[in-house]
């Protein structure tokens, strides 16, 4: 079993920032990727940022330049830094774990969400 803890989410004015951790505990046995997703009301869960095992990052376009993502192997933590926050980031922020039973065979796990809300 997997547990994922998100945290760092709030209330806070555009042009601020904000940090989100995802502490992963449990049976972490090979993590192929981590990475953040979001969803705002009425609107699908969409990719934000992603880190692989190797420390390959993608960003989605709308973020690319504001969000930095990481992660301390170590600690089995991820973190996003969001600076630069826009009233159209305002949504409910997942954290992702994808780990790799096999050659091809994967599983997901997913955080219960963090709220971020960014006031104009």
């Known amino acids: 079993q997997v547990q994922l803890v998100e945290s760092g989410g709030g209330l806070v004015q555009a042009g601020g920032s904000l940090r989100l951790s995802c502490a992963a505990s449990g049976s972490i046995f090979s993590i192929n990727a981590m990475g953040w997703y979001r969803q705002a009301p009425g609107k699908q869960r969409e990719l934000v940022a992603a880190?692989?095992?190797?420390?390959?990052?993608n960003y989605a376009d709308s973020v690319k330049g504001r969000f930095t993502i990481s992660r301390d192997s170590a600690k089995n933590t991820m973190y996003l830094q969001m600076d630069s926050l826009k009233p159209e980031d305002t949504a409910l922020y997942y954290c992702?774990?994808?780990?790799?039973?096999?050659?091809?065979?994967?599983?997901?796990?997913w955080g219960q969400g963090t709220q971020v809300t960014v006031s104009s």
């Open positions: 880190i692989t095992s190797g420390g390959s990052t």
């Open positions: 992702n774990l994808r780990l790799r039973r096999s050659k091809s065979d994967f599983i997901s796990y």
